[in-house]
């Protein structure tokens, strides 16, 4: 996600610094970066960091959280008190901008920093290998919905900020009820852990597990009152935008999914199916489906499993002990 929209935001001349771990830093500083998208190949070599100690910040700079949510609160707390040139700090100066899935990183954000944007991502990106990076969307990568998370945030820079996606080849609405937007993705991700824990193949067990897991966060969500956008103004935003299969590149699964294939030992679980087991607790809602997703597939990034490596059925059986 962070390599798409910075790598495209590089190749119409927008001034980005790239920060990345390990191989992918590795491979950035030596190469570049490489973006696949439905309209071709383009490599940048922008400037790389690996972490908050190799920028210098500037008071126009806007901050982009692309991490996992797991990753969230070290990633805020190691650029929160980052200096910014003319005085201050960045959680005290800068916008930061969360562009992830889940609906709680605007409120780990908004613990430090003054100025949060929230973005509901339509991308679907895959990471390939060090420093090659694609998003299959079309006609356009990806939608990337923008908003202030809180009544703070600059207005006219969120409209720069989205001005700037938009020339950079994507569409960015803007809309003042974002997080509206984020809950309506968060129900949709709830099946990411269904796609990792069984794999990319479609069958009625599937399909079972994944409604059931958004029937109860729909439940669960209106018993906390939170308000989900609504189905038509939904639809009406993804019409026409599909995902395509890109030259050389087999179709491959989401970013829960992507995360056992790689290994990385953790997973966002916890913040998306978690989310509804949190709120169902808080509500009196029970969430058997979530709870169950939620633990197999910490479990399966814990020990390293990958994706097939249980069935729906065997999954669906659990939620009714």
Aim: hydrophobic share 45%; proline share 5%.
């Amino acid at each position: 996600m962070g390599g798409v929209v910075g790598g495209l935001l590089a190749s119409v001349g927008k001034d980005v610094v790239l920060v990345a771990r390990n191989a992918q830093l590795e491979a950035l500083r030596t190469r570049g970066l490489e973006v696949t998208t439905a309209s071709g190949t383009v490599r940048v070599e922008p400037p790389v960091a690996a972490g908050p100690q190799d920028v210098e910040l500037r008071a126009d700079d806007v901050l982009v959280l692309a991490v996992k949510s797991q990753d969230t609160p070290a990633a805020l707390g190691d650029w929160a008190d980052r200096p910014v040139a003319g005085g201050g700090t960045a959680a005290e100066r800068l916008p930061v901008v969360c562009a992830q899935n889940g609906v709680d990183n605007e409120r780990e954000a908004l613990r430090r920093f003054a100025s949060v944007v929230a973005m509901c991502v339509w991308l679907p990106a895959t990471y390939l290998e060090p420093g090659r990076v694609s998003a299959g969307g079309t006609p356009v990568p990806g939608v990337l919905t923008v908003g202030p998370a809180a009544p703070v945030a600059d207005p006219d820079l969120v409209t720069a900020y989205a001005r700037d996606l938009v020339g950079a080849g994507f569409d960015a609405p803007v809309t003042a009820d974002v997080m509206q937007w984020k809950y309506r993705k968060l129900l949709s991700n709830l099946g990411n852990a269904v796609e990792a824990l069984c794999g990319t193949t479609r069958n009625d067990a599937v399909a079972e597990l994944s409604a059931r897991a958004e029937a109860e966060g729909r439940a669960v969500l209106s018993a906390a009152g939170v308000a989900v956008l609504d189905e038509a103004v939904h639809d009406a935003a993804r019409a026409g935008f599909r995902m395509t299969r890109l030259p050389g590149q087999e179709r491959t699964g989401g970013s829960s999914w992507q995360s056992l294939v790689r290994g990385t030992g953790s997973i966002e679980a916890d913040h998306l199916n978690g989310e509804i087991v949190l709120l169902g607790r808080l509500h009196g809602v029970a969430t058997p489906v979530n709870a169950v997703l939620q633990r197999h597939a910490r479990q399966a990034a814990r020990t390293g499993a990958t994706p097939g490596s249980t069935t729906a059925g065997a999954l669906l059986s659990e939620t009714s002990v």
